[in-house]
């Protein structure tokens, strides 16, 4: 059994700390300022937070704890203890944590940043003798991708909770000392020329937004503003946040694929590529059997909001879900129950006693212990019909790793035909745990905040639950060569054949049958050496077999299934003589039970080396690596056998080998490897060495220090017209902007905000700027304000539904829908003006209703037959 724990209470409440006669002595802190950048659907951070020693004596050691969202990567760590800054380089942890106790026993100022090992998304930060009265300085940068948010259908942008906890002394009779300070929020957003920015907005506190212009720009620049531009800030009087900070992005750049391809500027023989794929199709319905559970979160702190929002939404799902399915329904807290021992059929009995006994739930099962009930789940599915698990949670826990490889293990045991899906409810949430389901489970993950509503994201999670099953999703690269005519294909999954014979091997399915329909459709809806590197190899046994690397890595290395409407980001990274090549496009290729499917997406070449493509894919493989796949596991030697096979007894050092590998290379923080900052003797470090990053002293614009942005181009050869080209311009366009995000050790800062002038102010109005240039102007504040009496009224509107998708004449449906039904009116007088209700008034929320709305059509039709 794994022993569970609700994250938040566990998690060190305070800022930097240390321990001093049996009681926790704080640093309070002075200010926290995050500055983030929004470049297509990437954003590079950087957290600055500054304590004060307040005290009379010196601390040899302070600490603290805060969660990161999963799975960015964070790129750079610096600490200024008084007037001194130490930089922080990536090594192997046991040796950076070696190296951090030495300088700390020599007097030495160190820091020293790591992953928590039972958290992904936790990490503890530790600075070493801090003199009395001294300020502490630590400075972040992380780049990520912004998760897809079905709500809002753009990009969600979060700050967790305890990027700055609460702090206090813990001995309760101790006096508590009051935040100080401010907490500040700047995020810059930029969609590709060409496009625009539709909306910018906070459902979880009050931003003042700007559309037309960036934070970074000059008064003079800001005179003439451009619809792809966006800014949002947030300043609070504490230096602390009660609760999530999310941003939402939508822009009309986010639905179309699109492929950047760039070189590293120092590493030479390295290249990158990055495909975000986002899929749009119709298929056939899938008539394959549909088991669907839905495992629910009832402990403790679910109470509130999150209990009432999880009642709501269960109640859509189970009256959207399709005839002929069978579902069931569990309960988990500290213990687990389920509705039925066994799922049953989708019926009127079933569904009146599972709405029943939904009404009735309450937070009041205990901590989140959720092992069990998900073992239970899986191990008593139907083996006749695929199995869609929905989890529902709000919590955390911190042995992660084996629930992973539970769900893991259960997809691959059942061919695929087992999925599933997270729904992370409220602030504090782990995203680690929430996203690390999804991924496990061959699904997607959503989140909603304390103040959110999360109708929609549960209703796309159902239609991507009912979706077909994909197999055997793959990635191909068309290069082009420098002899004119000749083309070179490379299929990505051969890469792993190491010392391949001249034979090859055959692929078990082959996708190339000319017969392929389009994946995305506008028309369609809505070596390894035995010392790899030079430093904390320790831990590594050197037995170890030496194996090449891959030319070609895919990142992750099993690609999951593809879910129409949500994007899904895929990297490949090159060396040897691939790295060399300039690739022409990348096509995506899947199955379903409807068909095959494929798109080719033609690639943005940067004309300048840029390692930003190149953190990220690091990242996401070790990631994919810690989680027991990427892939070394997938690897074959030249006889056909798999490396895990083959080294079985030692696969767990290759794969941690190979982690090591990628972290210290690309220097970016894992499970294997942490930052370290340490002075020598005592003594300010010297600036080490700028790489040249093109950073200028005076840009064109009059500015000092500003990063000159690259002309991106596409590949040679290509030809391209009507979406295609619009596709390619908009990636181009996100070339350039990526190369914002280069990383430099003498990081760029954003310019002081130009004042809010009332010339800047009365330039072009907001509204005006959008209607004029989106043709779609969303007023987002105001429909915030207005959408909660619609949404409950669409709510009860489907609570008078009948499982079949019709509806009976009733006085209440009468009133609720403005007298459009009259109170007695027959079965399809009232189905068909229900009908016709959602489509006219109800357009707003279609992504709520439309997976009801198509069981109410099918009913329509057959009582006309």
């Known amino acids: 059994m794994i022993h569970h724990s609700h994250l938040t209470p566990h998690k060190p409440q305070g800022g930097l700390w240390s321990i001093r006669d049996n009681k926790r002595i704080n640093l309070p802190p002075l200010s926290v300022?995050?500055?983030?950048?929004?470049?297509a659907s990437i954003s590079r951070t950087t957290l600055t937070q500054k304590f004060v020693n307040a005290s009379a004596s010196a601390y040899d050691s302070v600490r603290y704890t805060f969660p990161l969202y999963d799975g960015v990567s964070v790129i750079s760590f610096k600490c200024k203890i008084g007037s001194r800054e130490i930089t922080g380089r990536v090594k192997e942890r046991n040796q950076a944590r070696k190296e951090y106790d030495e300088a700390v026993s020599d007097g030495r100022h160190?820091?020293?940043?790591?992953?928590?090992?039972?958290?992904?998304?936790?990490y503890t930060v530790s600075v070493g003798n801090v003199p009395a009265g001294a300020e502490v300085e630590i400075t972040l940068v992380y780049v990520g991708e912004l998760p897809h948010d079905a709500q809002v259908n753009g990009l969600r942008f979060a700050i967790p909770t305890h990027i700055m906890p609460r702090y206090g002394i813990c001995d309760a009779a101790a006096s508590f000392v009051q935040p100080q300070g401010s907490f500040t929020v700047t995020v810059d957003v930029q969609a590709a020329p060409g496009t625009w920015v539709k909306s910018v907005s906070s459902p979880s506190h009050p931003v003042q937004v700007s559309i037309g212009s960036v934070s970074t720009e000059t008064l003079e620049e800001s005179q003439a503003p451009s619809s792809h531009k966006a800014s949002a800030k947030l300043g609070l009087q504490s230096a602390s946040l009660e609760k999530d900070f999310v941003l939402h992005v939508v822009a009309s750049s986010l639905a179309e694929p699109c492929a950047v391809f760039a070189r590293h500027p120092t590493l030479a023989g390295e290249s990158a590529l990055m495909a975000t794929l986002v899929p749009r199709f119709s298929a056939p319905a899938d008539e394959a059997k549909h088991e669907i559970v839905f495992v629910c979160d009832r402990s403790g702190s679910m109470s509130g909001n999150s209990i009432i929002g999880l009642k709501n939404a269960l109640l859509v799902f189970l009256k959207s879900l399709p005839l002929g399915?069978?579902?069931?329904?569990?309960?988990?807290?500290?213990?687990?129950?389920?509705?039925?021992?066994?799922?049953?059929?989708?019926?009127?009995?079933?569904f009146k006693e599972a709405a029943a006994a939904?009404?009735?739930?309450?937070?009041?099962?205990?901590?989140?212990?959720?092992?069990?009930?998900?073992?239970?789940?899986?191990?008593?599915?139907?083996?006749?019909?695929?199995?869609?698990?929905?989890?529902?949670?709000?919590?955390?826990?911190?042995?992660?790793?084996?629930l992973f490889k539970l769900v893991a293990d259960s997809v691959d045991k059942s061919d695929g035909a087992v999925r599933v899906f997270s729904l992370g409810i409220g602030g504090g949430v782990s995203t680690a745990l929430v996203e690390g389901l999804a991924r496990a489970g061959n699904g997607f993950a959503q989140f909603v905040g304390d103040d959110e509503e999360m109708d929609r994201k549960v209703v796309r999670m159902l239609k991507g639950a009912l979706s077909q099953h994909m197999r055997n999703v793959q990635l191909e690269v068309k290069w082009k060569e420098e002899d004119e005519g000749f083309e070179l294909v490379d299929m990505v999954d051969q890469s792993l054949v190491l010392d391949v014979d001249e034979k090859g091997s055959k692929d078990p399915v082959d996708l190339k049958d000319g017969k392929d329909k389009p994946l995305y459709d506008a028309n369609a809806g809505d070596s390894l050496s035995k010392d790899p590197v030079s430093t904390g190899t320790a831990s590594v046994p050197e037995t170890l077999p030496s194996l090449p690397v891959p030319k070609i890595i895919q990142v992750p290395s099993v690609l999951p299934s593809l879910f129409s409407f949500?994007?899904?980001?895929?990297?490949?990274?090159?060396?040897?003589?691939?790295?060399?090549?300039?690739?022409?496009?990348?096509?995506?290729?899947?199955?379903?039970?409807?068909?095959?499917?494929?798109?080719?997406?033609?690639?943005?070449?940067?004309?300048?080396?840029?390692?930003?493509?190149?953190?990220?894919?690091?990242?996401?493989?070790?990631?994919?690596?810690?989680?027991?796949?990427?892939?070394?596991?997938?690897?074959?030697?030249?006889?056909?056998?798999?490396?895990?096979?083959?080294?079985?007894?030692?696969?767990?050092?290759?794969?941690?080998?190979?982690c090591l590998r990628l972290a210290l290379k690309y220097q970016i923080a894992g499970r294997y490897t942490s930052f370290?900052?340490?002075?020598?003797?005592?003594?300010?470090?010297?600036?080490?060495?700028?790489?040249?990053?093109?950073?200028?002293?005076?840009?064109?614009?009059?500015?000092?220090?500003?990063?000159?942005?690259?002309?991106?181009?596409a590949a040679p050869g290509i030809r391209l017209g009507?979406?295609?080209?619009?596709?390619?311009?908009?990636?181009?366009?996100?070339?350039?902007?990526?190369?914002?995000?280069?990383?430099?050790?003498?990081?760029?800062?954003?310019?002081?905000?130009?004042p809010m002038s009332g010339a800047r102010m009365m330039a072009v109005p907001v509204a005006v700027l959008a209607d004029r240039e989106a043709g779609k102007p969303r007023e987002e504040a105001a429909r915030n304000a207005k959408e909660a009496a619609p949404l409950d009224k669409l709510r009860q509107v489907i609570k008078l539904g009948e499982i079949d998708g019709s509806w009976r004449g009733s006085r209440l449906l009468s009133e609720l829908l403005d007298r459009r039904v009259a109170a007695d009116a027959s079965a399809e007088e009232a189905t068909a003006g229900v009908l016709q209700w959602l489509e006219t008034e109800m357009g707003e929320f279609r992504d709520v209703w439309e997976t009801l709305a198509e069981k109410t059509r099918t009913w329509l039709s057959l009582f006309v037959a």
């Open 325 to 350: 399915c069978s579902f069931n329904v569990c309960s988990f807290g500290s213990q687990y129950s389920l509705l039925w021992p066994e799922s049953r059929a989708f019926t009127p009995e079933s």
């Open 722 to 754: 009507g979406q295609a080209r619009m596709a390619v311009a908009r990636c181009s366009a996100m070339g350039q902007e990526v190369r914002m995000m280069s990383t430099s050790r003498n990081t760029t800062q954003p310019a002081q905000c130009a």
């Open 566 to 658: 949500n994007r899904t980001t895929a990297y490949l990274l090159f060396s040897g003589a691939t790295a060399s090549r300039i690739p022409e496009s990348v096509t995506v290729r899947m199955q379903t039970t409807g068909g095959s499917f494929s798109q080719s997406i033609p690639v943005t070449v940067l004309e300048h080396a840029d390692d930003t493509v190149h953190q990220l894919a690091a990242r996401k493989a070790t990631k994919d690596l810690e989680d027991g796949r990427g892939w070394v596991a997938h690897a074959r030697d030249s006889s056909g056998a798999l490396i895990h096979d083959t080294f079985s007894s030692c696969f767990d050092s290759i794969t941690k080998r190979e």
């Open 358 to 402: 939904v009404e009735k739930f309450e937070a009041n099962m205990g901590g989140t212990e959720m092992y069990q009930p998900v073992e239970a789940v899986l191990t008593n599915r139907n083996s006749g019909s695929q199995l869609e698990v929905i989890v529902f949670t709000d919590g955390g826990i911190w042995q992660q790793t084996e």
């Open 110 to 122: 160190a820091a020293l940043m790591e992953e928590l090992e039972s958290a992904a998304d936790a």
């Open 33 to 39: 300022s995050v500055y983030s950048s929004i470049l």
């Open 676 to 713: 370290v900052a340490v002075a020598s003797d005592g003594k300010e470090v010297e600036q080490e060495e700028v790489e040249d990053y093109d950073v200028v002293s005076r840009s064109r614009f009059g500015r000092p220090n500003q990063i000159v942005l690259p002309r991106a181009r």
